[in-house]
């Protein structure tokens, strides 16, 4: 199970943290994913960290703003989102695959329920 929390209202150019704890699997033998989706679109990629936290892999829409960090120790996974655009307003899901790396929303076998980020101009 997945459980995602942090979401909330922001002002443009402001942060939020995202967090999102695994419970009932080893959390460190599996890739994180973190993944949007605004109204009327498909659900996209934001970004991923490896098994050991590593490696991270970014959309260029997020990269430099965006973070994603782990702490395998509390089976958590973060998303530090800065410099925070409208067009960044969605749910976002964190999800997490057998693959250390993964980009793809069908890479992913678990899904968190979503938290909701909105991104006021």
């Known amino acids: 199970q997945l459980q995602a929390c942090g979401g909330g209202l922001v002002q443009t150019g402001g942060s939020l943290r995202l967090s999102c704890a695994m419970s009932?699997?080893?959390?460190?033998?599996?890739?994180m994913g973190w993944f949007r989706q605004a109204p009327g679109k498909e659900r996209e990629f934001v970004g991923n960290?490896?098994?050991?936290?590593?490696?991270?892999y970014y959309a260029d829409s997020v990269k430099g703003r965006f973070t994603i960090s782990r702490d395998n120790a509390k089976n958590t996974v973060y998303l530090q989102m800065n410099s925070l655009k409208p067009e960044d307003t969605a749910v976002y899901y964190c999800?997490?695959?057998?693959?250390?790396?993964?980009?793809?929303?069908?890479?992913?076998?678990?899904w968190g329920q979503g938290t909701l980020v909105t991104v006021s101009s």
């Open positions: 999800a997490a695959s057998p693959s250390s790396i993964a980009t793809t929303v069908s890479r992913y076998a678990y």
């Open positions: 009932g699997r080893a959390f460190s033998d599996f890739g």
């Open positions: 960290i490896g098994w050991s936290g590593k490696t991270t």
